[in-house]
């Protein structure tokens, strides 16, 4: 089965950088890559999702970036602010779904 | 109605009772999902319903009995759980009735259950 691998598991960085979260995935047939933002007691929400048929998508300061030869998917968060801080889980779907383990972003002020 | 729900937010129950989780969804979502999550951990699959017809089971316990009484309710029964079935269980839905199929899955708040 898809097997995912999500680094860092902890990412800390000042308010404003930019922040990168790598995932690999083991199934070359996987077709869908979601990544979900998770606050502390809150549930999963997606916050961008890229389709195999696609290198890069953008949406404001979210972006994702997909290697197909690779197997591996970036997300970028670019001018972090506090309300960022939170765990990110990628996924990567063919027929089911496989998260990450996650990982845990802080954004100091 | 853009939310999925789920009932109760909490439950607490012994490892002989019977219980069961409530899921709702009004946005006509054909595909919905049961996930278990433990703490500092990701979301685990557990049962996908299509069309109100079970399509995927994760090999999961039959001590865990999904049902799917129509297009917008989705119940997990519970019997005879481990305290190690502790965890946060999460509703899923997405619109097309394909799971998995590119389309967004929309989550529910969760019950968190302790099993003493």
């Known amino acids: 089965g898809e097997n995912v691998e999500q680094h860092p598991s902890t990412l800390s960085v000042q308010e404003g950088d930019s922040a990168v979260i790598k995932c690999t995935y083991s199934?070359?047939?996987?077709?869908?890559f979601p990544w979900y933002k998770q606050e502390l007691g809150k549930r999963p929400q997606l916050i961008i999702d890229?389709?195999?048929?696609?290198g890069e998508k953008k949406d404001q300061r979210i972006a994702v970036t997909l290697n197909k030869t690779a197997k591996h998917f970036s997300l970028h968060i670019t001018e972090t602010q506090p309300e960022d801080s939170a765990v990110y889980f990628c996924?990567?779907?063919?027929?089911?779904?496989?998260f990450g383990a996650g990982t845990r972003l802080t954004v100091k002020p | 109605d853009t939310e999925v729900t789920q009932t109760p937010k909490h439950l607490v129950m012994g490892m002989t009772n019977k219980k069961s989780l409530k899921c709702e969804q009004h946005?006509?979502?054909?595909?919905m999902y049961w996930y278990k999550q433990k703490a500092k951990k990701p979301p685990e699959l557990m049962f996908v319903?299509?069309?109100?017809?079970?399509?995927i089971n994760e090999s999961v316990p039959s001590r865990f009995s999904p049902e799917c009484p129509n297009s917008s309710l989705l119940n997990l029964h519970l019997h005879a759980l481990q305290p190690e079935d502790s965890a946060l269980y999460l509703c899923?839905?997405?619109?097309?009735?394909?799971?998995?199929?590119?389309?967004?899955?929309?989550f529910g708040p969760g019950t968190r259950l302790t099993v003493t």
């Open positions: 996924a990567a779907s063919r027929n089911d779904m496989r």
């Open positions: 946005m006509g979502h054909r595909a």
């Open positions: 899923a839905s997405s619109q097309d009735g394909t799971p998995f199929s590119f389309s967004e899955q929309y």
């Open positions: 199934d070359s047939a996987s077709n869908y």
């Open positions: 890229i389709r195999s048929n696609v």
């Open positions: 319903y299509s069309y109100e017809k079970l399509s």
